[in-house]
């Protein structure tokens, strides 16, 4: 009898193990900052959220990639070898990464402030600056997928669909740097704006709001100005325009002369011009950006 | 070691309004209540341990770290449950949880396996599967309670932990707290503004009021200090207040109403002698407590411990 009861008692303890204390590693700070840009990755794309939080993320990925895809297949199936150009891709991805960048910055920002969680981080081993440059890393990485992807689908397209891959690996390889300094320009540039936009923004749907605003106004106060000004001010003006220093960047990185009837072509500016406004503006936003965050700190 | 240990720490946030007042005392681990009124600083005090704000002067130090200069170090060995909302709503309670206990320096798989065990710890079964925003105000404050845990910390900081509940649900929080501080060995600082209800899991007892320390010690001695007896009278009998008094008891209040601070046994004696000689109709005698505000107007008790 003693020895049942004896039996039953160790099964029941083998089933209720207690709490148990954790022994094992502890990672650093920069575990943590890398943890939090992969779940703020996945968050962009709306992945491990409901399903309404990847319904914007699944058109906009469907929108960029499609073209590109549709583009190589029927290249393929007819031998007709004129693909989308890299540069006319970029510019048509800017439009759609800067509605991504309108919704999904809010995303992975006010929210975190709107429900508070923003203290649980901070009460974890980071700093407030961390946590934003983590954030922006994550934005700009999941821009990066939505304009360098599709760029890489056509360029293995190109490659893949000649008669000697090889060949015309040897031919287009030197693409990749301009496409990969380019599309990396391009969604920092964005992702950066929107993102010190959000950081004043205490909803989401403000926060969106005035990404979109920021990049209706601008264009649209540019191009007034533009046709007030007259001469050497007029020329220089399309600096202040996004939309069109987009442009002239990707033509000067592409190599690819402006078409005389554009804006960009008339303003016969260097295109390292327009490199140099997007890097100031990052710069711009990004101290904005962490300064808001630095707040957050004792 | 000391848990937590304060020298004249001040927080002030403008000229006029001072969070701590000069805050000095040591506290070893155990389960610390930590009371004060809404708006005492209880708040602050939390967030000054954490390395969130910066005392104005004096100095703290959690688990002999400084809050100056380890607070990453002290982040690592503390779970902090805010007051307020600080939960996703589109985020399932595993999963976040499990990037809680990553954020804290755990490896994935070892997160995962803590993160369902602490939920189930807090009695989150199924439904931690499920997208937080469909969870009621108890279910949220159990992933609030999760989330601390879930680094196994050494020190846990919860703040107003059973606000927003219901009775019951602030009957199974205080019993969380109390498995978490006996049976897992893990100090905790509860803070409430409701003495009656963090007394009966804490061992010890820190009270502030407008920022300045009322009291640190056992729970017990506090109860005693803090019990007062209501006695109720049919008639107007002003001269039974002046018996007590001279009799030596404490003794307030109106005519027909008085309040009389319990030393022990033999106060009871001494009021049932008195009535009885003043022939005094008594209606009703009961036990009450303080409110923690009326309790600091008290200087006795200020004065006593303070």
Redesign the interface.
């Known amino acids: 009898m003693a020895e049942t009861q004896a039996v039953t008692a160790k099964a029941g303890a083998l089933y209720d193990l207690?709490?148990?204390?954790?022994t094992?590693?502890?990672?650093?700070?920069a575990?943590?900052v890398r943890?939090?840009f992969a779940?703020s990755l996945r968050t962009a794309f709306g992945l491990?959220?409901?399903a309404?939080?990847k319904v914007i993320p699944s058109i906009i990925l469907g929108v960029v990639f499609i073209p590109a895809i549709v583009s190589v297949g029927a290249a393929s199936t007819t031998g007709f070898t004129a693909l989308i150009s890299y540069s006319n891709h970029l510019q048509f991805t800017s439009f759609l990464i800067a509605l991504f960048a309108a919704a999904q910055a809010p995303e992975l920002i006010v929210?975190?402030r709107q429900?508070?969680?923003l203290?649980?981080?901070?009460?974890?081993?980071?700093t407030g600056v961390l946590y934003a440059l983590a954030k922006l890393a994550a934005l700009v990485a999941a821009m990066m997928v939505l304009t360098f992807g599709p760029q890489l689908v056509l360029f293995l397209g190109k490659v893949f669909i000649s008669p000697s891959p090889w060949a015309a690996f040897k031919d287009e390889w030197t693409v990749l740097g301009p496409l990969i300094i380019g599309t990396l320009t391009v969604s920092y540039f964005i992702g950066s704006v929107a993102l010190a936009i959000a950081s004043f923004a205490g909803r989401r749907a403000y926060a969106s709001a005035s990404v979109i605003g920021f990049f209706l106004l601008v264009p649209a106060a540019a191009t007034v100005l533009r046709n007030l000004a007259t001469g050497e001010t007029k020329r220089y003006l399309i600096l202040a325009h996004p939309i069109q220093v987009i442009i002239g960047f990707g033509n000067w990185i592409f190599h690819i002369q402006a078409k005389l009837r554009t804006q960009v072509g008339r303003a016969e500016l260097p295109g390292s011009y327009y490199f140099a406004v997007m890097l100031a503006v990052i710069a711009v936003a990004t101290t904005v950006l962490l300064l808001r965050y630095r707040r957050?700190?004792? | 070691m000391s848990l937590i240990s304060t020298k004249d720490l001040t927080k002030s946030f403008s000229d006029s309004v001072v969070a701590l007042d000069n805050l000095s005392f040591d506290v070893e681990p155990g389960i610390i209540g930590f009371v004060g009124a809404n708006g005492a600083g209880k708040t602050t005090f939390i967030r000054i341990l954490l390395g969130l704000l910066a005392p104005t002067s004096g100095s703290a130090s959690v688990l002999d770290m400084d809050v100056g200069g380890d607070r990453m170090a002290i982040r690592r060995v503390v779970g902090y449950m805010p007051e307020h909302d600080c939960l996703p709503i589109d985020v399932s309670g595993a999963d976040f949880v499990a990037h809680m206990g990553r954020m804290s320096g755990l490896p994935f798989q070892a997160a995962r396996e803590r993160a369902a065990e602490m939920l189930r710890h807090v009695g989150l079964h199924e439904e931690r599967y499920r997208l937080i925003g469909g969870y009621s105000t108890g279910m949220k404050q159990r992933v609030k309670l999760a989330q601390a845990l879930v680094h196994d910390p050494k020190l846990l900081l919860l703040d107003e932990p059973t606000n927003g509940l219901d009775p019951a649900g602030r009957e199974d929080m205080l019993g969380l707290i109390a498995r978490t501080g006996t049976e897992f060995g893990i100090s905790v600082l509860v803070t409430s503004h409701l003495l009656g209800e963090i007394e009966r899991v804490c061992e010890q007892l820190i009270a502030i009021d407008a920022g300045k320390l009322r009291y640190n010690g056992p729970v017990a001695a506090f109860t005693e200090l803090t019990e007062r007896l209501v006695v109720e009278l049919d008639d107007e009998i002003p001269e039974l207040a002046t018996a007590l008094r001279s009799r030596g008891l404490d003794v307030d209040g109106s005519a027909t109403l008085l309040r009389i601070t319990v030393r022990d046994d033999s106060t009871y004696d001494l009021i049932r002698d008195a009535a009885a000689e003043l022939g005094a109709p008594i209606a009703r005698m009961q036990l009450t407590r303080h409110k923690l505000e009326e309790l600091f107007r008290d200087q006795s008790v200020a004065g006593a411990h303070g």
């Open positions: 207690g709490y148990q204390r954790y094992g590693q502890r990672l650093d700070r575990n943590a943890t939090l779940f491990g959220r409901g309404r939080s929210t975190d429900y508070g969680v203290t649980l981080y901070l009460a974890r081993p980071l957050n700190e004792a």
